[in-house]
């Protein structure tokens, strides 16, 4: 394992002599193996090493007792050690966030504060981590664009963030730290199967593990390939990119169709990437990749002029040669939306819908409801009519689908399908076209545990089947 260790950082330069390098320390087998792991061969590799500790106040005594174990340890080898009391709760609170989340935007905040061209901080992420969460981001539906896996190194503020034991297993990390007599922490939580990780690591690790053991390898040159190449065609396209343009501006990117189209599609993709990443700044949706599909099938058509909404009141427009990606003002896109409390009900002309959450299994949807798994659903929910460009991932079906396109399939009269309201979440995703289809975006599944139920109540007639 040691020599593994040390091959790794030097095959990846996760280290340059005369560094400080602050380990971060939750308590557990693999940041104290770490730890322990740098400290020995401090003078080897010609490093200076700290411990760093983040209290999340979140585990009661539990969490005080982390600490303070961790403490007691660098006292013992006279390791550094600094530790930073943060308010997870308040801080989810005030940005509307879970604690994980909040509790991690806080950790790396401060790491950012710490780190300069001198220093590194060291995690003990791990190969089988690595298994995980390359597993986990494919099938929640990751944008493929976005950077794949842990990386073993990755720029942090002023430094950097480094993570050596990418190639070794958590087993290799429990008989390391029996070898060396640590007796480490360990967190209740990392049990539970409400958390999504959890259950990949229960479930699915065990078996990839039999059908393979060196899986973590695997796993890791796959990580390290991709984002070579993904890095290599995201210059590409930043180069090409101004040769497309036709101006620019904070609000507003228009590009030539014809130029576009001259170029391959991994680069295409790349190119509505990069404009999207500009005009959203920090808060790029995630889910821009089903964006990304909608505007290329514009692009590439020789006759589609229209538009596209993008989320965050973003809309792209295709006029000919011109194509526009643009910031509109809310009014303009809207005549009607409003918030669904959850749990509410909201009333619109003779429509009527109802929220409400519930943890029982066996629920069969009915014709007028559609059931979708709370923690996959992005929160707010609004109620709005139809604008003439919305598309909709439809269950059951491949692409998307223009909602004007199922009114005409479902034979719903012209005079009602201005009022027919339309659910969509934060991201712009039509979830619900009530009676009509459902989305496949958050639906149920073999581990949700809370199920959000809506239901509609029509007052006067129903659609023709
Ligand atoms: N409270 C914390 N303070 C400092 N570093 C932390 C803290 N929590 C996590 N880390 C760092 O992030 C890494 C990954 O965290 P994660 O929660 O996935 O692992 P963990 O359950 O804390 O396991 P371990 O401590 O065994 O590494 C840890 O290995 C550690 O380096």
Same mark, same amino acid.
């Given at each position: 394992?040691?020599?593994n260790?040390l =091959?790794?950082?030097?095959?990846?330069?996760?280290?340059?002599?005369?560094?400080?390098?602050?380990?971060?320390?939750?308590?557990?087998?693999?940041?104290m193996?770490?730890?322990?792991?740098?400290?020995?061969?401090?003078?080897i590799? =010609?490093?200076?090493?700290?411990?760093?500790?983040?209290?999340?106040h979140?585990?009661g005594?539990e969490?005080?007792?982390?600490?303070?174990?961790?403490?007691?340890y660098?006292?013992?080898?006279?390791?550094?050690?600094m530790?930073?009391?943060?308010?997870?709760?308040?801080?989810?609170?005030?940005?509307?966030?879970?604690?994980?989340?909040?509790?991690?935007?806080?950790?790396?905040q401060?790491?950012?504060?710490? %780190?300069?061209?001198?220093?590194?901080?060291?995690t003990g992420?791990?190969?089988?981590?690595?298994?995980?969460?390359?597993?986990?981001m494919?099938?929640?539906g990751r944008?493929p664009?976005? !950077?794949?896996?842990?990386?073993?190194?990755?720029?942090?503020?002023?430094? !950097?963030?480094?993570?050596?034991?990418?190639g070794?297993?958590?087993?290799?990390?429990?008989?390391y730290?029996?070898?060396?007599?640590i007796?480490?922490?360990?967190?209740?939580?990392?049990?539970?199967?409400?958390?999504?990780?959890?259950?990949f690591r &229960?479930d699915?690790?065990?078996?990839?593990?039999?059908?393979?053991?060196?899986?973590?390898?695997?796993?890791?040159?796959?990580?390290?390939?991709?984002?070579?190449?993904?890095?290599?065609?995201m210059?590409?396209?930043? *180069?090409i990119?101004?040769?497309?343009?036709?101006?620019?501006?904070?609000?507003?990117?228009?590009? $030539?169709?014809?130029?576009?189209?001259?170029?391959?599609?991994?680069?295409?993709?790349?190119?509505?990437?990069l404009?999207?990443?500009?005009?959203?700044? =920090?808060n790029?949706?995630s889910?821009?990749?089903?964006?990304?599909?909608?505007? #290329?099938?514009m692009?590439?058509r020789?006759?589609?002029?229209?538009?596209h909404?993008?989320p965050?009141s973003?809309?792209?427009?295709?006029?000919?040669?011109?194509?526009?990606f643009?910031?509109?003002?809310? *009014?303009?896109?809207?005549?009607?939306?409003?918030?669904?409390?959850?749990?509410g $009900?909201?009333?619109?002309?003779?429509?009527?819908?109802?929220a409400?959450?519930t &943890?029982e299994?066996?629920?069969?949807?009915?014709?007028?409801?559609?059931?979708?798994?709370?923690?996959?659903?992005?929160?707010p929910?609004?109620?709005?009519?139809? #604008?003439?460009?919305?598309r909709?991932?439809?269950?059951?079906? $491949?692409?998307s689908?223009?909602i004007?396109?199922?009114?005409?399939?479902?034979?719903?009269?012209?005079?009602?399908?201005?009022?027919?309201?339309?659910?969509?979440?934060?991201?712009?995703?039509?979830?619900w %076209?009530?009676?009509?289809h459902?989305s496949? %975006?958050?639906?149920?599944?073999?581990?949700?545990l809370?199920r959000?139920?809506?239901?509609?109540?029509r007052?006067v007639?129903d659609? &023709?089947?």
């Amino acid at each position: 394992m040691r020599s593994n260790v040390l =091959k790794f950082i030097e095959k990846h330069k996760l280290l340059k002599e005369g560094q400080t390098i602050f380990v971060a320390v939750s308590g557990g087998p693999d940041s104290m193996a770490l730890l322990h792991f740098l400290w020995e061969h401090r003078t080897i590799l =010609k490093i200076n090493v700290k411990a760093v500790h983040v209290h999340h106040h979140l585990r009661g005594d539990e969490a005080d007792q982390d600490a303070t174990y961790i403490e007691r340890y660098c006292l013992n080898y006279h390791i550094p050690y600094m530790k930073k009391d943060v308010d997870v709760r308040g801080y989810a609170k005030q940005r509307n966030i879970g604690t994980q989340l909040a509790a991690r935007e806080l950790r790396y905040q401060w790491f950012e504060e710490l %780190v300069d061209e001198n220093s590194r901080i060291a995690t003990g992420h791990h190969g089988d981590d690595q298994v995980e969460t390359m597993i986990m981001m494919s099938v929640r539906g990751r944008n493929p664009l976005k !950077a794949v896996g842990i990386p073993a190194f990755r720029k942090l503020g002023h430094g !950097a963030i480094i993570r050596p034991f990418l190639g070794i297993t958590k087993q290799e990390i429990e008989h390391y730290c029996n070898d060396v007599s640590i007796v480490p922490r360990r967190d209740s939580s990392n049990s539970s199967r409400n958390y999504t990780r959890n259950r990949f690591r &229960e479930d699915l690790l065990p078996f990839l593990k039999r059908e393979n053991p060196n899986v973590h390898l695997h796993m890791q040159r796959q990580q390290e390939w991709c984002s070579e190449d993904q890095q290599f065609l995201m210059e590409l396209a930043e *180069e090409i990119l101004p040769t497309l343009m036709l101006s620019k501006n904070e609000q507003n990117v228009t590009i $030539s169709q014809r130029a576009f189209t001259k170029i391959n599609m991994p680069l295409q993709r790349r190119v509505i990437h990069l404009i999207l990443n500009y005009l959203y700044g =920090k808060n790029s949706p995630s889910t821009n990749f089903i964006h990304i599909e909608q505007v #290329l099938h514009m692009m590439n058509r020789e006759h589609m002029n229209g538009e596209h909404y993008l989320p965050n009141s973003f809309l792209f427009r295709r006029d000919y040669d011109r194509c526009q990606f643009l910031k509109i003002e809310q *009014e303009t896109l809207v005549q009607t939306s409003e918030e669904l409390a959850i749990p509410g $009900s909201i009333a619109l002309g003779d429509w009527f819908i109802r929220a409400h959450v519930t &943890e029982e299994q066996d629920l069969n949807e009915a014709d007028n409801q559609i059931i979708l798994d709370l923690e996959q659903v992005q929160l707010p929910l609004t109620i709005r009519q139809v #604008l003439p460009h919305d598309r909709m991932l439809c269950r059951g079906m $491949s692409g998307s689908k223009k909602i004007r396109r199922l009114f005409i399939d479902r034979k719903v009269a012209h005079n009602e399908r201005n009022d027919w309201p339309l659910v969509v979440d934060k991201m712009e995703n039509i979830l619900w %076209v009530p009676l009509l289809h459902r989305s496949r %975006v958050a639906n149920v599944n073999r581990n949700t545990l809370k199920r959000l139920v809506l239901t509609c109540r029509r007052q006067v007639v129903d659609v &023709e089947d």
